[in-house]
């Protein structure tokens, strides 16, 4: 691909791609947009081919929509090992996380893999506890931080010709909060951060308020980062 135009007429993945300005308000981590986009990937057995696509809330939670179309699909092969990536704009809801625990009971030959660019009514214990439960099953829960930018704007957005490294520079402050308050929710802490929700336009502010367990069992390093020692 070249970097003097945008994804390449020929490009399969072109008619599947997003617009820019959609993947800039949907993963900003200072928006706090209701609807859902997922962007995901899959690739099945050693095959080096991989399927690409986009998706977003209808009248049911974008994970389950996928859940329901994968399986659907003539090509899904229960028997063949599966890898899938998500990257989504928000993090499961405790409903979905169930949802998603069952679905992989149900095939034990696919592997999950989840980014998010924010965290979904993390102070909600359900849906803390499903992450954990996710986790559990063995998933794998990261924060989306620059190199997982990048890779969405190359892999999934229609980009405009020469801005191929352009991809928005989102303040790393908001992605090392959400990593904080994901080590919350994993080792089962309080939560420590709370999102002041501003008016349309307005900004949207965060508070932090950490305890001795926080400081106990947080990763020195995930505290130093997010500038709190």
Same mark, same amino acid.
């Given at each position: 691909?070249?970097?003097?135009? !945008? =994804?390449?007429? %020929? ?8 617009? =820019?300005?959609?993947? @800039?308000?949907? /993963? ?8 859902? +986009? ?6 099945? !057995? ?8 986009? $998706?977003?809330?209808?009248? &049911?939670? %974008? ?8 399986? $659907? @699909?003539?090509?899904? $092969? ?8 998500? /990257?989504?704009?928000?993090?499961? *809801?405790?409903? *979905? $996380? ?9 095939? =034990? ?9 924010? #965290? ?14 996710? &986790? ?11 190199? @997982?930018? +990048?890779? +969405? ?7 405009? =010709? ?17 990593? #904080? @308050?994901?080590? *919350?929710?994993?080792? !089962? #802490?309080?939560?420590?951060? &709370? ?16 305890? !001795? +367990? ?16």
């Amino acid at each position: 691909m070249s970097s003097e135009t !945008g =994804p390449a007429v %020929v490009d399969p993945t072109l008619r599947r791609r997003i617009e =820019p300005q959609d993947f @800039e308000v949907f /993963f900003d981590p200072r928006e706090l947009r209701k609807e859902t +986009c997922l962007l995901y990937e899959i690739s099945w !057995g050693g095959r080096n081919s991989v399927w690409r696509h986009t $998706s977003q809330n209808t009248n &049911k939670h %974008v994970e389950i929509n996928f859940m329901e179309k994968m399986t $659907s @699909e003539r090509y899904f $092969s229960p028997s063949t090992r599966c890898s899938i990536t998500w /990257f989504l704009s928000w993090s499961p *809801c405790g409903g *979905c $996380s169930k949802a998603i625990i069952e679905f992989l009971s149900r095939h =034990p030959n696919v592997t999950l893999f989840i980014y998010v660019a924010r #965290l979904y009514h993390h102070t909600d214990e359900r849906n803390r506890q499903g992450l954990r439960d996710l &986790k559990s099953r063995g998933v794998t829960i990261q924060i989306m931080t620059e190199p @997982e930018y +990048c890779y +969405c704007w190359r892999n999934f957005v229609n980009y405009p =010709p020469s801005n191929e490294v352009y991809w928005p520079r989102y303040p790393n402050l908001w992605m090392k909060l959400y990593i #904080l @308050e994901l080590y *919350c929710i994993l080792l !089962g #802490l309080p939560p420590c951060l &709370k999102i002041l929700r501003g008016h349309r336009h307005q900004l949207t502010f965060f508070t932090l308020t950490l305890q !001795g +367990c926080h400081y106990q069992r947080i990763p020195p390093y995930i505290l130093w980062a997010s500038g709190l020692i």
